[in-house]
Nanobody, 120 residues
């Protein structure tokens, strides 16, 4: 069983920055960040595979940066120029299958989530 633990959430004013971290108990091929607002569907934010090539949702391109430290089994999400629309619970997700890491694919393992609140 793969365990994921997120950290780094909090409250920030619009235009500010936050960095989320996710520690994963085992190596997994695909890693991703998702977010969810109450009453809305969960959406993919960014994903990254073993090759470290990232994919981003259009809404965060140019503002967010995903990275992974394979040696430390840690995933990061650097969030800059934050907007109130970025307010959500952010989830780290992982899947060990060697395939596309696109958001639409199933992610088997999930963290508990961390709240990010951006005020105007």
């Amino acid at each position: 069983q793969v365990q994921l633990v997120e950290s780094g959430g909090g409250s920030v004013q619009a235009g500010g920055s936050l960095t989320l971290s996710c520690t994963i108990s085992l190596y997994t091929y695909c890693l991703a960040w998702f977010r969810q607002v109450p009453g809305k569907e969960r959406e993919g934010v960014a994903s990254i595979g073993h090759d470290r090539n990232p994919t981003y949702a259009d809404s965060v391109k140019g503002r967010f940066s995903i990275s992974r430290d394979i040696a430390k089994n840690t995933l990061y999400l650097q969030m800059n120029s934050l907007k109130p629309a970025d307010t959500a619970v952010y989830y780290c997700a992982a899947d060990g299958r060697i395939r596309s890491c696109a958001f639409g694919n199933e992610y088997k393992y999930w963290g508990q989530g961390t709240q990010v609140t951006v005020s105007s």
